[in-house]
T-cell receptor, first 114, second 112 residues
Framework: EAQVTQNPRYLITVTGKKLTVTCSQN?????MSWYRQDPGLGLRQIYY???????DKGDVPEGYKVSRKEKRNFPLILESPSPNQTSLYFC?????????????FGPGTRLTVL | AQTVTQSQPEMSVQEAETVTLSCTYD???????LFWYKQPPSRQMILVIR??????QNATENRFSVNFQKAAKSFSLKISDSQLGDTAMYFC?????????FGTGTSLTVIP
């Protein structure tokens, strides 16, 4: 089944404790992206990647890191989480071609930073 | 700056009726794509419809259609014959360059 998976689905952590949210897709998509969703703010793009070893900042990259060492994986790293990073996080992927195709989203990760 | 505005935070519609969700956007780019995504209570993001900005013809997917007015930078979504399963948050979005921009969403409730 074609899908984007994220782990963990729920995470409660404390300020300053490094964490990684994994994202994996099995569709051989070149484009992958991370978003955060907050009430009243919609979805905001954190980072995106056009292919292996190619990453770029979105609108809200502060406090986050990413890496793209393999085509299928795009982990989101919070080196020192803070309470303002409490949010719902989505990973997404898309096939690149002539124009922009549908983004397939993961199920989301609910992160709470105390 | 690239922005997407959804001016209706909440809307409701009677089952089987038609409803239109509004969306305006701002970009100085000429090449972009527009999307409507649906997020039901399960939180899963589902593509509803996609529009290429260089195409004048409005996209249609079954009961869902858009009214794309490029000069006005408007991209509204019309849902015909509303069904209970259409109850969800709806997000308007566009992509230009390689970056995506989403609106703040419209929460739609279909009333039986």
């Amino acid at each position: 089944e074609a899908q984007v998976t994220q782990n963990p689905r729920y995470l409660i952590t404390v300020t300053g404790k490094k964490l990684t949210v994994t994202c994996s897709q099995n569709m051989n998509h070149e484009y992958m992206s991370w978003y955060r969703q907050d009430p009243g703010l919609g979805l905001r793009q954190i980072y995106y990647s056009m292919n292996v070893e190619v990453t770029d900042k979105g609108d809200v990259p502060e406090g986050y890191k990413v890496s793209r060492k393999e085509k299928r994986n795009f982990p989101l790293i919070l080196e020192s989480p803070s309470p303002n990073q409490t949010s719902l996080y989505f990973c997404a992927s898309s096939l690149l071609g002539t124009g922009w195709n549908e983004q397939f989203f993961g199920p989301g990760t609910r992160l709470t930073v105390l | 700056a690239q922005t997407v505005t959804q001016s209706q935070p909440e809307m409701s519609v009677q089952e089987a009726e038609t409803v239109t969700l509004s969306c305006t956007y701002d970009t100085s780019e000429s090449n972009y794509y527009l999307f409507w995504y649906k997020q039901p209570p399960s939180r899963q993001m589902i593509l509803v419809i996609r529009q290429e900005a260089y195409k004048q013809q409005n996209a249609t997917e079954n009961r869902f259609s858009v009214n794309f007015q490029k000069a006005a930078k408007s991209f509204s979504l019309k849902i015909s014959d509303s069904q209970l399963g259409d109850t969800a948050m709806y997000f308007c979005a566009f992509v230009t360059g390689n970056q995506f921009y989403f609106g703040t969403g419209t929460s739609l409730t279909v009333i039986p």
